[in-house]
């Protein structure tokens, strides 16, 4: 079988920008659980909300891709520090399980919404100007717009580890995440530490969402099946390390666009494939403590 | 309380405990009776279709609530065992001609099989990462369903007529089909609720409970874990494959993530780990499916809003409450 240089690329690229969207989904997933210790399964709607916003704001406001960047996680922290005040936080005592329902319920209430008013079909969202175009290399083509979406998820995802591994900040959230008591002991307000972080966590899914916008169309139902694979991620990264979660998202981004080019029928299952057997081998994940 | 336990002859008193106990029999007896009565009545009133469905899907339920109520473990992928059992029951009537009860068999043997392989990978983590596997999973078995030859695809397999039970009882029959579903699902009820009340089941609810401990008593939780998790499936296929034969097909619908949310959504309406609660859910969302189901994702919706109440304020579901009620009336 010969190998066609161009075709493989072109595989790997969509891989490597999948794998942007795997690993800013399951660091938000991971932030969120390491401090709130609960699965948030509105992650896909929160996404899908951010491409919608863009997509408002560009309709209704007139207001471009790069006022999307900077407002959309704003619109969506706002509206994830709503859903923590007034919902979650009731939570916390009991078993993590309900916080699960209970964004599982959001989910379905959000999704319903945007069906009801916009169907199943999916909205064009144009490329900003600067970014359209591309790259001749040589042995492939490479858009600019895709370029820039790896380059800039790589950049927000080391930038949140570096925030929360080498900050005096991030040390207060990692301490927060051992003893939560503790550190509420030392005048440190945990309560408007963990709202704060389920708002950066939603954050990073609309921006996520934005980012989505001009490569796939935005539709209600974008986030619903690319959850599922972010969870099958999270399960095989393990949710104890933030660099994991960003590792784990772009190597299976990448796996997957391999096995579209070499073995195309397998494509859309191989990732829950590697799910299953990292459990078998290593049931805590690849970067998980037990 | 107390006058009740001077009045008691003092050498047989019996003791808080096994009070309760008696009074929780005595209940579950009255329950069976109220239940079977008004099911084995409702066709004179209600449309039998939408009885026969309530009912498979009140098995789907209670077979999942034998995994979450009394194992602890939250499945978030049961729609796998359903639809999967559903299109081998399909398959086995219109390609191999197949009578209903083999093919219902057939069904459930295959759910029997993946609740095997899928729960082997899915115990070894618990809680929410439980959940999420199991998720995944069964979004694996919706791919594979999506593309395998013998599925139909986005069309589902449509098989004809119903066939003779045993080759001697039209199905066709609307009303022996429905005393073929509410004997299904009879068997199928009583069945959990034996598991429930046996060694088995007190050896579960012990792991659920405080797994360390009821393995330093030498129970091994993880065979115990797999093999609640291979029953409700292969309850859930028995209930997936008869509901193939009722509704003449199989489609993609049963095997999505939503169907799987749907049961959660059931199981918590009706009371988690309550004997008649999944019963109870199931009645009430088929039910308001069936009204609301030309509003489109208003159905959606709804189930969200529902999902959210519950969680919120009303945790103990339907029967929960009801059986609390019972409880703190009989202790006044």
New interface residues.
């Given amino acids: 079988m010969g190998i066609s240089v161009p075709a493989l690329m072109g595989q790997l690229l969509i891989g490597l920008i999948n794998g942007s969207f795997y690993a800013l989904l399951s660091l938000g997933l991971a932030v969120i659980f390491g401090l709130l210790n609960i699965i948030n399964f509105t992650h896909g709607a929160q996404y899908m909300l951010g491409a919608f916003v863009a997509y408002f704001l560009l309709q209704k406001a007139g207001l471009g891709y790069w006022w999307a960047l900077l407002l959309v996680p704003l619109v969506l922290a706002v509206f994830g520090v709503l859903i923590e005040r007034l919902m979650l936080k009731h939570l916390y005592k009991l078993d993590h399980l309900y916080g699960l329902l209970l964004t599982f319920g959001l989910a379905l209430i959000v999704e319903g919404v945007f069906t009801n008013q916009f169907g199943s079909a999916g909205l064009p969202y144009s490329m900003p100007e600067k970014l359209t175009g591309g790259y001749n290399l040589g042995f492939m083509f490479l858009p600019t717009y895709r370029a820039w979406v790896i380059v800039a998820s790589l950049a927000i995802c080391l930038g949140t580890w570096f925030v929360i591994e080498r900050t005096k900040l991030g040390s207060y959230l990692r301490a927060a995440t051992e003893n939560p008591p503790l550190v509420q002991a030392f005048g440190v307000n945990v309560p408007r530490m963990i709202t704060l972080t389920y708002g950066f966590g939603v954050a990073l899914a609309g921006l996520a969402g934005v980012f989505a916008a001009p490569i796939y169309q935005v539709s209600p139902q974008m986030g619903s099946s690319l959850i599922i694979v972010v969870f099958a991620v999270v399960v095989i990264g393990g949710m104890g390390s933030i660099m994991g979660s960003i590792v784990t998202g772009f190597a299976l981004g990448i796996i997957e666009g391999l096995t579209k080019y070499f073995y195309p029928e397998a494509s859309s299952t191989v990732i829950f494939v590697i799910m299953a057997i990292v459990l078998m081998v290593r049931p805590q994940g690849l970067f998980g403590q037990r | 309380m107390q006058t009740e336990a001077k009045q008691a002859a003092p050498a047989e008193a019996p003791t808080l405990a096994s009070r309760d106990e008696l009074w929780e029999a005595r209940y579950h007896r009255v329950g069976f009776v109220v239940l079977f009565a008004i099911l084995a009545a409702a066709p004179a009133a209600v449309y039998p279709v939408f009885l026969m469905k309530a009912l498979c899907f009140a098995l789907f339920a209670c077979a999942f609530n034998l995994l979450i109520g009394y194992g602890g473990l939250?499945s978030?992928g049961h729609a796998m065992f359903l639809g999967m059992a559903g299109y081998l029951s399909a398959h086995a009537t219109k390609v191999w001609g197949l009578t209903p009860e083999l093919a219902i068999l057939t069904g459930t043997a295959t759910a029997t099989a993946l609740g095997l392989v899928s729960g082997i990978?899915?115990i070894?983590?618990q809680?929410?990462?439980f959940?999420?596997?199991t998720?995944?999973?069964a979004?694996?078995v919706y791919?594979?369903c999506l593309?395998a030859p013998f599925t139909g695809g986005e069309d589902g397999i449509q098989t004809g007529p119903r066939g003779k039970l045993f080759g001697l009882i039209p199905l066709s029959e609307p009303m022996a089909m429905y005393y073929t579903v509410l004997v299904i699902f009879a068997a199928g009820f009583f069945l959990i609720h034996r598991i429930v009340h046996s060694p088995f089941g007190q050896v579960l609810k012990a792991i659920r409970d405080n797994e360390p401990r009821a393995v330093s008593l030498g129970y091994r939780a993880e065979r115990y874990k797999l093999a609640a998790f291979i029953m409700s499936a292969a309850l859930s296929g028995l209930a997936g494959a008869t509901k193939a034969i009722v509704f003449q097909q199989a489609s993609l619908t049963d095997v999505h993530?939503g169907m799987s949310?749907e049961v959660?959504l059931m199981t918590?309406v009706g009371g988690l780990g309550t004997v008649f609660g999944p019963v109870v859910g199931a009645f009430v969302l088929v039910a308001m499916e069936s009204y609301l189901a030309e509003l489109?994702?208003?159905?959606?919706?709804t189930?969200?809003?529902?999902?959210?109440l519950?969680?919120?304020l009303f945790?103990r579901g339907i029967v929960g409450e009801l059986e609390a009620w019972l409880r703190r009336r009989r202790n006044r």
């Fill in positions: 939250l978030f990978i899915a070894r983590r809680g929410i990462y959940a999420m596997i998720l995944a999973l979004q694996m791919f594979f593309q993530w949310g959660v918590l489109g994702a208003w159905v959606t919706i189930q969200g809003a529902i999902f959210v519950c969680v919120l945790r």
